[in-house]
C-alpha cells in the first residue's frame, strides 16, 4: 500500500471531524499529501506530520470559510 | 490506484529526477550565479526541481559566501513563478515562498533587514490561502522572527516565535523546535540570561536529538557569550571550543568567525586584552574576506579597544584608519565615518572607554540608522 493510499482517508476523516463537507475534505487531504512530498524526510513521525498538516488545513479553511461567508452577508 | 494517488506517485519520482538533473546545472552556476541573472531562463531550468537545488545551494552557501547565496536565491526567485501548471499550485506555492525566504536570509546575512522583510512578505503572499501549507508558514515566521530579533524588535520577533513553535511542535519537526528555542534564548539574551540560559540548553538537546549540528553548535557559542557577559571566563571558553569544533566541522565560516569574534569580545570584558587579539584579529580577517564589511569593521573596534588598553596607540590608530577606509569603499553610513574620526583624531589621548562607546554607537547605528554619534564627554 502506498503512503497516499495509507493516509488518504484518515486525513479525510480529520477534515470531516471540523465539519468540511467530503469533497473539499478529499481535496485539503490530497493537498496535504503533496505538501508532505518535500517535507516527509525531515519528518521526525510522517503519520503525525501529516495529520497535523491535515488540523491546521482544516482549521485555517473553516476559518476561511467562515470569513468568506461574513462578507457575502455584508 | 486512484488518479490523485497516481498524481502524487508521478510528482515524486518527477521531482526527485528533477533535482537530481538541477544539481549538476547548479554546479555550474555555483562559479558565477550573479552571471545569469539578467539573462533569460532557458525552458529546460523551468522546473521545481531547479528552483529547490537553487534552494539547497543558496542555504549551503550562505555561511561561506552571502553574496553568492543571494545571487542564487535571486535566481530562485526568478525562476519559481515561471512554473508551468504541471504542478499543482500547493507545490508552486510551497516552492516559490522557500526561494523567497532563502533570499531574505541571504538579505539579512549581508544585514539588509528591511529587504529581508520584504522578501519574507512576498513569501506569506504565494502561501496565502493554501491551507495545506501551515508548516511552510511556520517556517517564514521563524525567519521574520529571526530578522526581527536582528533588528530588535524583540516583542514583534517573540510573538511570531511562540506561534511558529506551536506549529512545530504539532508537526514533531523537532529541528525546527530546537531552532525556535535558540532563537526563544536569544531574545531573552539582553534583559532574561536564565531564561536565555534554559532556553539555550533545551535548543542543544533537542537539536542533539534531531541530529542538527548547526543549532547545537549556535546554542553552545550563545552559552558561552552568556557565561561571559556573567564573568564565567573559563566555561564560556569550553563552550566556544565546543561551538568552534561543530562549526568547523559543518564548514560554517561564518559562524566560526562570529563565535572567535564572541571569544575576543568576551576576553576583552575579562579584561584579558592580549589573549584577545589573536581571536580579534582573525574574526576580523575572515569578515574581510567574506565581504561583510560591518562586522568586519566591528571586530577591528573591539581589537583597537583591546590596542588602546594596552597602550599599543600607534596599531589602534592605523587599525581606525584601515576600517574607515574599508567603510568609506563600501558606502557605509558617513555617521560611522564620523565616529571613527572621532577616535582617530583622540590619537594618544584615546582611551578603550571611547573605542567601546564608538562600537556601541556602530551597533546602535545599524539599526538607527540616523542616530547622530555624541561623545559622552560632549552630552
Known sequence: MSLYEEHFEALVAIGRGFGIGRRDAETLAHAVLLSSIRRLDDAEDPAEWLRAAMRYASSGYVAYRKTVQRQERV | ?379
Open chain 2, 1 to 379: 490506484m486512484s488518479r490523485n494517488d497516481a498524481e502524487y506517485d508521478r510528482l515524486s519520482r518527477s521531482l526527485e529526477e528533477e533535482v537530481e538533473a538541477a544539481r549538476a546545472v547548479v554546479a555550474d552556476l555555483l562559479q558565477s550565479p550573479s552571471a545569469y541573472l539578467h539573462r533569460a531562463v532557458p525552458i529546460a531550468w523551468r522546473t521545481m526541481g531547479m528552483v529547490e537545488a537553487l534552494g539547497d545551494a543558496a542555504r549551503d552557501t550562505l555561511e561561506r559566501d552571502p553574496e553568492k547565496s543571494e545571487s542564487l536565491a535571486r535566481f530562485a526567485t526568478g525562476i519559481a513563478p515561471l512554473l508551468g501548471a504541471r504542478y499543482p499550485s500547493v507545490l508552486r506555492a510551497q516552492c516559490n515562498a522557500r526561494a523567497w525566504k532563502e533570499l531574505a536570509n541571504a538579505y539579512r546575512y549581508r544585514g539588509s533587514h528591511e529587504a529581508a522583510l520584504r522578501a519574507l512578505d512576498r513569501a506569506d503572499a504565494v502561501l496565502d490561502e493554501e491551507f495545506a501549507l501551515a508548516e511552510d508558514r511556520a517556517i517564514i515566521d521563524l525567519a521574520r522572527a529571526t530578522t526581527l530579533r536582528d533588528m530588535h524588535r524583540l516583542a514583534d520577533a517573540e510573538a511570531l516565535l511562540a506561534s511558529a513553535a506551536a506549529v512545530f511542535h504539532e508537526h514533531r519537526s523537532n529541528a525546527r523546535v530546537a531552532q525556535c528555542e535558540l532563537l526563544r534564548g536569544m531574545i531573552s539574551h539582553g534583559a532574561k540570561p536564565v531564561e536565555a540560559r534554559e532556553a539555550y540548553r533545551r535548543a542543544a538537546a533537542a537539536a542533539t536529538a534531531a541530529g542538527d549540528a548547526q543549532t547545537v553548535a549556535s546554542a553552545y557559542s550563545n552559552l558561552a557569550v552568556l557565561d561571559a557577559e556573567a564573568g564565567r571566563t573559563g566555561a564560556a571558553l569550553d563552550h566556544l571550543q565546543q561551538a568552534r569544533a561543530v562549526f568547523e566541522e559543518l564548514q560554517a565560516y561564518g559562524e566560526i568567525c562570529r563565535t572567535t569574534w564572541a571569544v575576543g569580545f568576551a576576553l576583552v570584558r575579562a579584561g584579558q586584552y592580549v589573549q584577545a587579539i589573536g581571536p580579534l584579529a582573525e574574526a576580523r580577517r575572515t569578515f574581510q574576506k567574506l565581504g561583510m564589511t560591518e562586522e568586519g569593521g566591528l571586530a577591528g573596534i573591539h581589537l583597537g579597544e583591546a590596542y588602546l588598553a594596552l597602550r599599543n596607540y600607534s596599531e589602534a590608530q592605523e587599525l581606525v584608519s584601515a576600517i574607515m577606509a574599508e567603510f568609506r569603499q563600501a558606502g557605509l553610513n558617513e555617521r560611522a565615518l564620523a565616529a571613527l574620526r572621532y577616535l582617530r583624531e583622540r590619537g594618544a589621548k584615546a582611551t578603550a572607554k571611547q573605542a567601546r562607546e564608538v562600537a556601541a554607537y556602530l551597533e546602535r547605528l545599524r539599526r538607527e540608522p540616523t542616530l547622530r554619534f555624541v561623545p559622552l564627554n560632549e552630552r
